[in-house]
């Protein structure tokens, strides 16, 4: 059922999760109208803000109402895209006098939860279509509070205290950061941060799924091969269809997620065609365990 508010519509995307917003500039959006916005993000956990056109200022301007900025993650060189602007990052696969003027390519992206090899991963990402190609480069979002709520209550009771740690050497394109080794030999060796399975999500309470990527992951408290097959059998579930929304982009669209409660993924696009987002993201804290 879609809402109205006085200067605005939002409209469910599925029964999973996700809103679209029409009729709203994020440019000179009022505080009632951000604080409709806040609230439609909050039980819809994605919204897709539809038809804007805002400059790399208002855009950061409107990302951080949320809280904080984040800086841009770790780069493959190293360093920012826009040095003026840290806190934006370039998502691109175009090459400009032999140079890559973003990052993360054309490839498949893999499920992940933005940084979660961070100690305090960012609370929500926002990004900023200006470029997109006719067909593939879709993002697909799922809803971590029903992949809990749905798992078995033997499976439930077993995750409640485990942890698992989130490898910080690999982007989710499966590329190799920067000033990073790979190649290990023992799950001692792989850096990033430890954050439980199971997480109280702070604006809500809810106990939710954390699970960040898959690559490198392992669960703190378990031997590797049990650490394997419980991951495994974790992410089979979490990633199904019904627990899922595709978003296929179009110029002019905006992307909020709820960090802590989603996970997303990309599909792949032709190396030939142009795609250019920007992004941003706002700075989080360690949410604490569900259970202890």
């Not at 360093?79 to 400009?96: G, M, R």
């Not at 990004?127 to 809990?148: H, I, Q, R």
């Not at 269809?241 to 179009?250: G, I």
């Not at 409660?261 to 706002?282: E, G, K, P, Y």
Request: proline content about 6%; some cysteine.
């Amino acid at each position: 059922m879609s809402q109205s508010t006085a200067s605005f519509d939002i409209n469910p995307l599925s029964p999973a999760l996700g809103a679209e917003v029409r009729g709203i500039d994020l440019a000179t959006i009022s505080d009632a109208d951000f604080a409709a916005v806040q609230a439609a993000w909050h039980e819809n956990l994605v919204l897709v803000i539809r038809d804007q056109k805002i400059s790399d200022e208002d855009f950061l301007s409107f990302s951080a109402r949320l809280g904080a900025l984040d800086l841009a993650p770790i780069t493959v060189t190293g360093k920012p895209y826009i040095p003026e602007l840290p806190h934006l990052a370039v998502i691109s696969n175009v090459v400009e006098d032999g140079q890559a003027i973003g990052g993360l390519g054309n490839s498949e992206l893999i499920w992940h939860t933005d940084m979660s090899y961070a100690e305090n991963p960012p609370i929500a990402s926002l990004l900023y279509s200006l470029e997109v190609p006719e067909t593939g480069g879709d993002t697909w979002f799922c809803n971590m509070y029903k992949a809990y709520d749905s798992l078995p209550a033997s499976l439930k009771q077993r995750i409640a205290t485990l942890t698992c740690k989130h490898d910080s050497s690999h982007n989710s394109a499966g590329e190799t950061r920067k000033g990073f080794a790979d190649g290990f030999t023992s799950r001692d060796e792989i850096p990033g941060a430890v954050h439980p399975l199971v997480c109280q999500h702070p604006a809500t309470g809810r106990p939710v799924l954390y699970l960040g990527r898959r690559e490198n992951a392992y669960i703190v408290e378990l031997p590797d091969h049990e650490s394997e097959a419980l991951l495994d059998e974790i992410w089979s579930h979490t990633t199904r269809p019904e627990n899922s929304l595709r978003h296929h982009w179009r110029v002019g669209d905006i992307l909020m997620w709820d960090n802590r409660c989603t996970m997303h993924r990309r599909d792949d696009f032709n190396q030939n065609t142009r795609r250019l987002m920007h992004r941003s993201q706002v700075k989080g804290r360690a949410m604490a365990p569900a259970y202890t």
